[in-house]
């Protein structure tokens, strides 16, 4: 459903998969719950702002706002949130080579009791971490 609105980088297992760097993954987790704190309160234009040029490439800001708008929406409020996994990777399918981290939440929302939401966050040029992935099932 959601999976149509941004890059589908953090899907799949096939990535290069290493040891992260001290705090690469705090920092990445970081940055990911900043982004949900920004898609939870509907504000989808700032989400798409701070995310990492990759996605703002990939997805309009007026299509990201209507397409992830709609879906959330559709899911109801935000009931809970808890961390699931993180994962460090250094390649992803359709995705230049970098350090990534594929970080997994358990989710509940109103209208949908339990979902994984699976936020991509990635290093840019100058180490500042961005989210560049963002799927819900």
Excluded at 114 to 137: C, H, L, N
Aim: proline share 3%; aromatic share 10%; charged share 25%.
């Amino acid at each position: 459903m959601l999976a149509c609105l941004v890059l589908m980088l953090s899907m799949s297992a096939s990535g290069a998969f290493a040891q992260a760097p001290s705090g690469d993954i705090v920092n990445a987790r970081n940055e990911a719950n900043e982004w949900l704190r920004l898609i939870d309160k509907g504000d989808y234009r700032e989400s798409w702002i701070r995310s990492a040029s990759l996605f703002r490439d990939r997805i309009t800001m007026d299509q990201w706002e209507e397409q992830v708008g709609a879906v959330r929406e559709s899911m109801g409020a935000l009931v809970s949130r808890r961390f699931k996994s993180a994962t460090f990777a250094t390649t992803l399918p359709g995705a230049p080579d970098g350090r990534y981290v594929i970080l997994q939440y358990d989710t509940s929302f109103s209208h949908k009791k339990s979902a994984v939401e699976t936020v991509t966050p990635m290093a840019d040029k100058y180490g500042q971490w961005r989210v560049s992935g963002y799927y819900i099932r």
